[in-house]
Nanobody
Framework: QVQLVESGGGLVQPGGSLRLSCAPS????????MGWYRQAPGKQRDFVAG???????NYTIAVKGRFTISTDNTKDTLYLQMDSLRADDTAVYYC????????WGQGTQVTVSS
């Protein structure tokens, strides 16, 4: 069973930056969507950013202009560059890849606090 492995979370001050990474433990075939979601305490899991197989990106309004979703050249690793972080960005962040299967990462905690 392929798993997505995330890294890069942590504690950062407001206005700071973090970069999250997500890579599969094995091969994922026919990927047509990669994305990031987040879940704050007591809230549902929400979409943050997505990248289609054709390269189109989209973002939830709350992060547009501050977060950037991308992959490496071989599309083996998914990234989320998060700049100008705010306290309300605090959440567990999950990556998701959709291809022949629907795969989720285990989540990585991002805490924005002074």
């Amino acid at each position: 069973q392929v798993q997505l492995v995330e890294s890069g979370g942590g504690l950062v001050q407001p206005g700071g930056s973090l970069r999250l990474s997500c890579a599969p433990s094995g091969s994922v075939f026919s990927v047509y969507f990669m994305g990031w979601y987040r879940q704050a305490p007591g809230k549902q899991r929400d979409f943050v950013a997505g990248l289609s197989g054709g390269g189109a990106t989209n973002y939830t309004i709350a992060v547009k202009g501050r977060f950037t979703i991308s992959t490496d050249n071989t599309k083996d690793t998914l990234y989320l560059q998060m700049d100008s972080l705010r306290a309300d960005d605090t959440a567990v962040y999950y990556c998701r890849w959709k291809g022949r299967g629907d795969y989720w990462g285990q989540g990585t905690q991002v805490t924005v606090s002074s």
